[in-house]
Nanobody, 125 residues
Framework: QVQLVESGGGLVQAGGSLRLSCASS????????MGWFRQAPGKEREFVAA????????YYADSVKGRFTISRDNAKNTMYLQMNSLKPEDTAVYYC??????????????????WGQGTQVTVSS
C-alpha cells in the first residue's frame, strides 16, 4: 500500500514563498513519475507540475512556469514544490500524486495511480 503525505502548506502574503513536500511510504516510488495538482473551491483539479523518475524531465502549467520549481530526492522518497512569487490565484488545496508512467513528466490526472490527501495553500492579497 502506498501512502503520499503532503506538508508545507499555509498562509502567505502575495509575493511570498512556500515549499511543499510530498513524502511517500509503503513502497518505493523511485521508478514513478510524480506530480503536483491543485484544486480551488468550485473548480476542477488542475495540473501544476510534474517530474519523471530521475528528475531529468520536468513539465509545468503555463500559470506557474518561472515561479514554481518541482524537484525530488529519491534517496528520501520525497518530492518538493518550491513556490515563489505567489499570487492570490494560487490559493488552493495542493495534492501530490504518483504515476507508473515514470519515464516522462505526465500531466493528465487519469495517468496517476496514487494521490495524497492534500495541503492547503492560501495567498492573501
Amino acid at each position: 500500500q502506498v501512502q503520499l503525505v503532503e506538508s508545507g502548506g499555509g498562509l502567505v502574503q502575495a509575493g511570498g514563498s512556500l515549499r511543499l513536500s510530498c513524502a511517500s511510504s509503503g513502497r518505493t516510488l523511485r521508478s514513478y513519475a510524480m506530480g503536483w495538482f491543485r484544486q480551488a473551491p468550485g473548480k476542477e483539479r488542475e495540473f501544476v507540475a510534474a517530474i519523471n523518475w530521475s528528475g531529468g524531465s520536468t513539465y509545468y502549467a503555463d500559470s506557474v512556469k518561472g515561479r514554481f520549481t518541482i524537484s525530488r530526492d529519491n534517496a528520501k522518497n520525497t518530492m518538493y514544490l518550491q513556490m515563489n512569487s505567489l499570487k492570490p490565484e494560487d490559493t488552493a488545496v495542493y495534492y501530490c500524486a504518483a504515476s507508473r508512467f515514470g519515464s516522462t513528466a505526465v500531466a493528465g490526472t487519469s495517468l496517476y495511480d496514487y494521490w495524497g490527501q492534500g495541503t492547503q495553500v492560501t495567498v492573501s492579497s
